[in-house]
């Protein structure tokens, strides 16, 4: 599998915790404990009631196909290099509808549909040390 | 009495100004160019055509996201022999050219400069060729902090990826076909066959595009604009003073900004209205600005980075009605010899050249005075647009005042 193909920043303290949540097979998302409310990107303060109290909450992780492409063309992008085509998309999870995840997809027959339902499995990165989500068919 | 909006106060400006002079750099696909030099040359040539000594420009106005990372505006204005003491420069990405306009009427009308001088120019092709993954225009995402966390990893990257995401979405809601948006490209391309400056002439058939190598499906190549070099410059003066000079001038009759409720980081993937662009903001600002309507126009220049995106941003413009862009195109055409609606008549971003529509600009200037190479008959009124992700500008130019 060669997802992810570059390394998160994990000194980031605002969007380390979404991968930190990978590493024990979950998708935690950035909730807000004043108001309840999700939110996407990962931001400093609630961009509902802007309060600084966010915590990362574990969520389900199915998520339903909004869009996709294929990607085939490796842009002379170093990371791209031998590891097109791949298939990557947005989704949305159950979690909440107003956000929307940028998705690793894995169809092994046929091609990703919009309203397909994909469920994340975790798996571990080329070098053995990182886990990523990567989405299938539920 | 009719209330003071802030619209109707828009109105004021409305051919208060006209462009006096534009000027271009060659346009080319690489070959060692320095984007400062193109400037110069489009600058020169745009101070030149409007008749004036480089000492007579007082103003300058760019877009602030670019151009000083280009040329430090002190140097520019060093290199031309021009002491504008009036210097702005907008926030709006890629929609930020086709925005100079107002901003130099505003200035003009207040009285703070007379003849302001706004440019653009990139080096894009040039660096690509030397750059690999810091370079041009996808260094951008990795270098965004979000992007290279949330996005890159899972490979969703590039600019022609998110507008394939979004033709595939807009597919999805409104039957968009393949061969619809072929027809953007090829009819941009007829559009660009008798253009001097257009970087690729050929003749497209839909055969060609459908045999054109997929890049991220559904987008071909064709369906993504060049990557250039070249720069494009032009004078704003008052009306007065461009009656005045040696061209025809081209009256600034309306102009809007529109912006997403998403920054720039996020625009592409979570803005809520996702096969929309902010055109749906920026146009009636510009019409109610110019007092004119879509039906009026006999021309414009739309941001065709992607074939996808002439299609939603006359759709949001309101040519026609949300979801029929693609038929717009395929039924009712968009060429300068048999369209209904002449669209990107030089050849667009698509064809001519990547400027980030400095160069629509431009063209919708020589359209204006009758001088393209690709001449529409008797134009009175020209539309042009810029778009940068989360913001999008619209213009409208005249022949004559109304």
Redesign the interface.
Known sequence: MSFPLTDPDLDDDLLSPYWNGFQDDEIRLPNCADCGEFHWYPRPMCPHCQSKDIEWEATGGDVTLFTWVKLVYDFGLSFLEDRVPLYTGLAIPDADDSIRLVVAIDIEDGEPQIGMRLTPEFVTNERGDRTVPVYRPV | METVTKQSKSRDLRDVTAISGIGESEFSEGGGNRAETLIYDACRGAIRDAGLEPAEIDGVVTEAGMMPETVYTQELKEMLGIQAEYSTASLLVGAGNVISPLLAAQAIETGLAEHVLCYFGVNWATE?ETM??DGGP?SYH?ED??K???????????Q??YI???A??HM?EYGTTTEQLGEVAIQTRANAAPNEKATKREELTMDDYLDS???????R?LDCCLISDGAAAFVVSSAEAAESGPTDPVYVKGAGAGSSEKSE??YM??H?E?TMTQATKSGPKAFEMAGVTPQDIDFAEIYDCFTESTIVQLEDLGFCEKGDGGQFVQERGITVEDGDLPVNTHGGLLSQAYILSMNHVTEAVRQLRGTADNQVTDPELGLVTGWGGSEHATLILGSDRS
Do not use: C, H, K, M
Request: net charge negative; no cysteine; glycine share 4%.
């Open positions: 690509r690999g993954d996808y990795t902090e979000y290279a966390n949330l996005e890159v990893p899972f490979g969703w990257v590039t022609p990826l394939a995401a979004q595939r979405r999805y190598p997929v890049i991220v499906d559904p987008f190549i980081s996020t993937t979570q809520e996702y």
